[in-house]
């Protein structure tokens, strides 16, 4: 091996899966073709001043003409499992309706694409892409969203049920949430603190109609998940412990309630009651959500930092988005307040805090002890610097992994059902509202010429990948 890559004596078992992940809208393109509808990404990134640079999705990684190259890249790269997402405006282009074929192909191709080189397909139903028309008719702050979601479930599932190993249904259903509803940075941009709230709830409401559409529609045997990004919580000052309570309850308890106990928390209906009263909750919602999953991915990346505001100081922008009029945190924005982290920080300004992976993940199997447990994203973005012979020694990219592996493998050793570990991301892509500015791949793209470079973590990850000891 190469003598960078001194073995760490951490072996991963066999079963371990080792992955890599993107989304549709971030990697794929090819916005207009074959019977694609607009998603609200498209339109938000086509508005003026929304996302950096003004980047859109248009064109992206090409990857929706250029996937038979990127499987190759899987292969070299020795993946176990392929995590990607399906755009739900290639399948229902208004998201109702009748299923349109060239969309359901598309994915076809690439599900016996993976299964033909061995690697298992993850695949994920909403990844952030909600068509367009079903955002004009109220957004996820209605229930008709939940319930037409309910129906594309069994449409994909009903076409790729038979061949997939994971199905996920929501990524980050926080995001879509507060970022799209409340604070504003992310599509469809809406600043309503009532709406995100509302969002949270048919969000959760969509997991379950989801999971029970793609049971009745899958003719294989998959596993069924959601992917939450877990915000792990530090506290400072007299009120940490209130600051932090409120927080977990926004970002973690809002959807591990419902999803994993069948109920929303009684101190996030407290937090929130001058904002909304909850009454889109109705009666058989909660035993709807609240069904067993076969795994819950987890997406980490960094701490958060929290303290009681206390009146005086200039309260905090939050998550590097950039300043909007909204609140990612409904009932508690002017009660809690956001603080700097010590470095080292990765090109997002996010601290590095392995450490954290541990302990979440001991925390998550304490909570739920007879729940499986997959890390669907974990990386970093750097500012990457091309050598004169064209390669990329991305050390720093390489330093993070191996130390959140790490991480992982100690939890691994304390007993945590801990099934695998997918590297965010594959390729270097559309990153939201930074656009193509911030690169979180292992695998390089030129953006002029759209060709791909594997840099120095890809080489590391195949190392790992093919002898299962960490390098
Ligand atoms: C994921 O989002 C997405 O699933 C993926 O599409 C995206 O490209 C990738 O990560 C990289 O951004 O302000 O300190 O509390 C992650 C979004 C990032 C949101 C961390 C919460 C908390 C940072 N999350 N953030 S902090």
Avoid at 183 to 208: K, M, S
Avoid at 320 to 325: C, D, N, P
Avoid at 378 to 387: L, P, S
Avoid at 407 to 425: K, N, Q
Wanted: overall charge negative; aromatic content about 10%.
């Amino acid at each position: 091996g190469n003598p960078d890559h001194r073995d760490s004596g951490l072996v991963f078992p066999p079963g371990f899966v080792l992955g890599s992940a993107t989304a549709a809208f971030q990697i794929e393109g090819a916005a207009d073709e074959d019977g694609r509808g607009p998603s609200i990404w498209d339109t938000f990134s086509h508005t003026p001043g929304k996302v950096w640079n003004g980047d859109t999705g248009d064109v992206a990684c090409d990857h929706y003409h250029r996937w038979e190259q990127d499987l190759d890249l899987m292969v070299d790269l020795g993946l176990d499992a392929y995590r990607f997402s399906i755009a739900w405006p290639r399948i229902q282009p208004t998201g109702r309706g009748p299923a349109n074929p060239a969309g359901l192909d598309f994915y076809g191709r690439l599900v016996d694409g993976l299964l033909e080189r061995g690697i298992k397909p993850v695949a994920t139903l909403y990844h952030w892409d909600l068509p367009q028309t079903l955002e004009d008719e109220g957004g996820w702050a209605v229930r008709s969203t939940a319930e037409a979601f309910a129906d594309y479930a069994t449409i994909v599932g009903e076409a790729l049920g038979d061949r997939i190993d994971t199905w996920t249904t929501l990524n980050e259903p926080w995001c879509s949430a507060y970022l799209g509803y409340g604070q504003g940075g992310h599509a469809p941009g809406r600043t309503e603190p009532a709406a995100a709230l509302a969002a949270v709830h048919h969000l959760n409401l969509a997991h379950g109609l989801g999971l029970q559409a793609l049971r009745a529609a899958s003719t294989g045997d998959p596993d069924y998940s959601v992917t939450l990004n877990f915000h792990v919580l530090r506290g400072v000052g007299d009120g940490a412990a209130e600051a932090t309570r409120r927080i977990d309850a926004l970002a973690n308890r809002a959807f591990t309630g419902p999803m994993l106990r069948g109920s929303y928390p009684e101190d996030l209906l407290a937090d929130t009651a001058s904002v909304t009263d909850w009454s889109f909750v109705r009666d058989g919602d909660l035993a709807t959500v609240h069904q067993p999953i076969d795994v819950l991915g987890i997406n980490y990346y960094s701490t958060t930092t929290v303290q009681l505001w206390d009146g005086r100081s200039e309260r905090q922008g939050h998550d590097g988005h950039k300043a909007s009029a909204g609140t990612a945190w409904p009932g508690s924005d002017g009660v809690v307040e956001f603080v700097a982290q010590p470095g080292p920080h990765t090109a997002m300004g996010w601290n590095i805090a392995p450490e954290a992976l541990e302990e979440l993940l001991l925390d998550l199997h304490a909570q739920f002890p007879d729940q499986p447990l997959m890390v669907t994203e974990n990386g970093a973005a750097f500012d990457d610097v091309v050598g004169p012979d064209g390669s990329i020694a991305d050390v720093e990219r390489i330093d993070y992994l191996r130390r959140h592996f790490t991480a992982a493998h100690r939890a691994l050793e304390a007993g945590v059902d801990l099934r695998g570990y997918f590297v965010w991301s594959l390729l270097d892509n559309f990153e939201w509202g930074y656009g193509y500015a911030k690169r979180f791949g292992i695998v390089r793209v030129d953006f002029d010429t759209l060709e791909r470079t594997p840099k120095d973590s890809a080489t590391w990850f195949r190392e790992l990948t093919a002898t299962r000891h960490l390098p």
